[in-house]
């Protein structure tokens, strides 16, 4: 039995969890409406170079693209229900016990994001991701810089915990404003409490792996 934090806007609580794991949406549910843009994410366009110090050798990491349907999963969250904008889970105990990579998958249709280690499931959040006219990519990244305290320069919004996927723009980060109606202007963004706790458990050089969340993908 795991014990591990279910964290929402308004409530905190812990949990014991013991029902059967979250199961997707059905087919061709689509994905809810986006009124409204949920922050102004973005992060700022900088040349490789200019922090080449943040980018691994390629030799030193495995940077192969990741199927998900052959992503190895030996154990994963029991969460009981569907988590809500600004839900999460997290087991500190398999965090502070996992070694290697994290690897982390983002599941667009399902809005949500899960972090695994040693094919162990040790996170799940929900997620708001781009809106129809500024999509968030689909495909495998490598986590290419990480800034605690960032703070764009294309929109001068902070973007606590940011971890860069793509140099023109992309990246995981923490939100302040997490519901059904909003969406990001293409970035991924979390719960701010549990992306501090991500930022603890990722590596420059751990692969995203961003999908449909649909089976052609």
């Not at 992306?195 to 590596?203: C, G, N, P, Q, S």
Request: with cysteine; net charge neutral; proline share 8%.
């Amino acid at each position: 039995m795991i014990q591990f934090a279910l964290k929402s806007l308004m409530s905190l609580a812990a949990v014991m969890i013991l029902a059967a794991p979250v199961t997707l949406p059905a087919e061709g549910t689509g994905q809810p409406p986006r009124l409204a843009y949920a922050d102004v994410s973005g992060v700022e366009a900088v040349p490789p170079g200019e922090v080449a110090q943040t980018q691994p050798r390629a030799s030193a990491r495995d940077t192969r693209p990741i199927d998900v349907r052959n992503l190895r999963i030996t154990r994963e969250l029991a969460v009981p229900n569907w988590l809500r904008p600004g839900e999460y889970a997290w087991d500190a105990e398999a965090a502070a016990a996992a070694t290697g990579e994290a690897i982390i998958v983002v599941n667009l249709r399902a809005r949500v994001l899960s972090v695994y280690k040693n094919g162990v499931e040790i996170g799940r959040s929900s997620i708001l991701y781009g809106a129809p006219d500024k999509p968030t990519p689909t495909g495998t990244f490598p986590i290419l810089e990480k800034r605690r305290d960032h703070t764009s320069n294309i929109y001068n919004a902070p973007m606590p915990h940011m971890q860069r996927l793509t140099w023109d723009g992309v990246a995981l980060h923490g939100s302040p404003r997490l519901a059904d109606d909003f969406a990001t202007n293409g970035c991924i963004g979390l719960p701010r409490e549990f992306a501090a706790l991500l930022f603890e458990v990722t590596r420059v050089g751990d692969r995203v792996v961003v999908w449909s969340g649909r089976a052609e993908s």
